[in-house]
């Protein structure tokens, strides 16, 4: 398609508004020298477009997309037209910042994410304008529809286990759901004994299939654990009795605690073991341009994948449909939208 083709043309969105969500309809602007418009096919649902939702922040919604490229600005060099590409979370930085210069861009003070900046763009909808180098290419082996949630989840997980992990490690993972699923596996394929835990019984045979080597009931971990682990990763949308949890028993001495998900609440952490066993939290939040492009990398050499259901985004009933499904634990484990 030619530019004046494309500039200009509506089509249909999806947004925060006051607490509930409204179809809108966007345009296609004119496109700066680094802009990029993609076509989305395939948009993941994640519990950061319900927060939005429930903060009643005025912002278009998705941001897991994967689709092709249909038009590039006048000084894009990486992609080109009919490229297959993903993205959506982490949108610009300022390139010249001292976290931009040491490839922490996600942490640049002009950074531009969901819900900072960029309040019309959303990939819940047919076109997304996106930047060259928050962009990245989908390995030929990832199916769109499996690479639609490693946008955000895939590179959320992995950013945090490769900043905190080191092969032959004992990580725990806490929770088995939409981000706990892919820590399984990326740990797994990391060189780690992964251990879980889970308030579910049913949950072990997929996450031995996935690579765990112990599973343990949340609601009796600290009885049954065989050794302490090194690496607590908090993935589920409750935390633990850090009490409880951090105990030399149970997470060893200089041990890492890993939130991937902010629970409303306080952590109310044990700051007494933490002083005198060497606790450390690490927050993590999705990951840099780099960390995007290794995820899929390293998820496209080791096969691994999200556990998906896919739907169709019809009209705003759909899409309040998968966030209800969502709410209720309805979904094993993350929900994919065909556009």
Not at 83 to 94: K, S
Not at 139 to 155: F, H, K, M, R, W
Not at 165 to 186: C, D, K, S, T, W
Not at 227 to 237: C, E, H, K, N, R
């Amino acid at each position: 398609m030619t530019q004046s083709s494309l500039v200009g043309r509506e089509y249909r969105g999806y947004r925060s508004n006051g607490g509930s969500i409204i179809a809108y309809d966007a345009k296609i602007p004119e496109l700066g020298p680094k802009d990029v418009v993609v076509r989305i096919t395939h948009s993941g649902l994640c519990a950061s477009d319900v927060a939005m939702v429930k903060l009643g922040a005025p912002v278009a919604l998705g941001h897991e997309g994967v689709g092709i490229v249909e038009l590039i600005g006048s000084d894009v060099k990486q992609l080109k037209v009919g490229d297959r590409v993903g993205g959506g979370y982490h949108r610009d930085a300022c390139g010249s910042c001292k976290f931009c210069l040491k490839g922490k861009d996600i942490y640049c003070y002009d950074r531009i994410v969901l819900g900072e900046g960029d309040y019309d763009n959303g990939t819940f909808g047919q076109f997304y304008i996106g930047k060259e180098t928050f962009l990245h290419k989908i390995p030929d082996n990832i199916p769109s529809e499996y690479a639609a949630p490693l946008q955000c989840a895939g590179v959320t997980v992995y950013t945090a286990l490769r900043e905190t992990v080191e092969p032959g490690m004992r990580v725990g993972i806490y929770g088995i759901g939409g981000l706990g699923h892919l820590a399984i596996q990326f740990a797994a394929k990391m060189g780690t004994e992964v251990v879980v835990y889970s308030t579910s019984a049913d949950k072990e045979q997929e996450a031995r299939a996935w690579g765990a080597s112990e599973f343990h009931l949340v609601s009796a971990m600290y009885d049954t654990i065989k050794a302490p682990i090194d690496v607590l990763v908090i993935t589920g949308s409750y935390y633990p009795d850090f009490e409880r949890a951090m105990t030399k028993e149970f997470l060893s001495r200089n041990g890492i605690i890993v939130p991937l998900t902010a629970p409303m609440g306080a952590m109310n952490l044990n700051t007494r073991n933490m002083f005198f066993d060497g606790y450390r939290v690490h927050a993590s939040l999705v990951g840099s341009r780099a960390m995007h492009a290794e995820t899929l990398e390293f998820a496209a050499k080791n096969d691994i994948k999200p556990l998906i259901q896919v739907t169709k985004l019809e009209n705003l009933g759909s899409l309040q449909k998968a966030i209800s499904d969502l709410g209720a634990n309805a979904i094993r484990y993350r929900a994919v939208f065909e556009i």
